[in-house]
């Protein structure tokens, strides 16, 4: 049972505040554009945050230059309206509006209209702003609540509420269901749609019961601990699939790839990342790096990994991201200092939300792959768990 506690701490992480930006060069000659804003403070803080992490532009604020585009943006806080509009050469091109029916919604209103702007370039796509976001958040003992929000968490809605409700994730790409577990007399997986609050009871048992991962064809990965150990399940069409069958501790499968599930286990005593040929039946490891590894996440070819590099007895260790492609067999380091961990990547692959752990604090980090840039930002409370 202690072994068993210890490898749910893979799944659970803690928030706080601080943001730290660290820019590289990425786009050559970054198209010039002028914003010119007008509505509430708030609204103008995650138009900032939006083109700073996008890092696709050179953008002034509320000047007269030689800009490629002017962007007037005004929002009516009156009726939550947000109105883009496109002028080159003094001329209005083009007028987009962006409506809810809340003041509450603005951060995504913002978001989709940064995405537009940036499409209308050409640049690479930049999902991840317009992507939703679920958490779990721990709210009292023995009391979690799942939340949606945005990716810089300013917005939160409350889903799902009353007892224990972790580990939600996204069960479809169009981001309308997610599975999650409600602790109960017995562990229950659920299914529930955020926009009509439809539940459905997918399974109950014994022990654990996580959903790790979904694949496009609706195959689901789940931790399942119905006599002990956990292992590794497949829930394809309503047919359980044992995937992992060591006496040990399996944990965290993840689809990589073409007929490969990559997984986290303690069979060389600590926990390490595998990866199972689902053909072959072969298991084999896949870093090297670090003492142990305490969290993983895949995108098709590409697998990012938390790993621990010190053995400290009385002060905190170093865990840093990795990012491994199969195709090229290549490693690169994607973090170099602090504990970086609990990696999850974006829809599209370009962008990776992780933990950053700091003293008595925590904050999120995210790591956008091809700019090479990191930013962080906070959350007050107890963060379980994530998924975007």
Do not use: C
């Amino acid at each position: 049972m202690k072994k068993l506690l210890i490898f749910l701490m893979i799944f659970i992480g803690t928030f706080s505040f601080s943001k730290e930006i660290v820019i590289t060069k990425y786009i050559e000659n970054k198209p010039i554009i002028n914003i010119n804003f007008k509505g509430p403070k708030d609204v103008e803080k995650i138009l900032k945050m939006d083109f700073t992490v996008l890092d696709h532009f050179k953008v002034d604020y509320n000047e007269t230059n030689k800009s490629v585009m002017d962007f007037n943006i005004t929002y009516n806080k009156n009726n939550h309206v947000l109105s883009v509009k496109y002028i080159k050469s003094g001329n209005v091109n083009l007028i987009k509006k962006y409506k809810s029916s809340t003041y509450s919604f603005f951060p995504f209103l913002v978001h989709h209209a940064v995405y537009d702007i940036n499409k209308y370039f050409n640049m690479p796509d930049a999902k991840f702003l317009i992507r939703k976001v679920v958490y779990s958040l721990l709210v009292a003992p023995k009391e979690a609540n799942i939340y949606l929000a945005d990716y810089t968490l300013s917005y939160k809605k409350l889903l799902i509420s009353g007892g224990l409700n972790i580990f939600p994730k996204w069960a479809d790409s169009k981001q309308t269901t997610i599975f999650f577990t409600k602790m109960d007399r017995l562990p229950t997986l659920y299914m529930y749609n955020i926009y009509t609050g439809k539940m459905k009871k997918i399974m109950s048992t014994q022990g654990m019961l996580v959903v790790s991962d979904v694949n496009k064809n609706g195959d689901i990965l789940l931790t399942l601990a119905p006599h002990g150990n956990p292992d590794v399940y497949l829930l394809r069409k309503k047919q359980l699939i044992k995937i992992t069958n060591y006496p040990g501790i399996d944990v965290n499968g993840k689809f990589w790839g073409k007929n490969k599930i990559a997984f986290i286990s303690d069979r060389y005593g600590t926990p390490y990342v595998f990866v199972k040929n689902l053909k072959t039946g072969m298991v084999t490891r896949v870093l090297y790096q670090g003492k142990n590894q305490v969290g993983m996440d895949t995108y098709k070819n590409k697998m990012v990994i938390s790993s621990r590099e010190t053995s400290n007895a009385f002060a905190p260790n170093t865990f840093n991201l990795f990012l491994v492609n199969q195709q090229d067999d290549s490693l690169k380091r994607l973090t170099f200092k602090g504990q970086n961990m609990f990696p999850n990547f974006s829809v599209d692959g370009s962008s990776i939300m992780f933990i950053k752990r700091e003293n008595f604090f925590s904050k999120i980090g995210i790591i956008r792959l091809n700019e090479n840039k990191i930013f962080y930002y906070k959350l007050p409370k107890i963060l379980q768990s994530f998924d975007w």
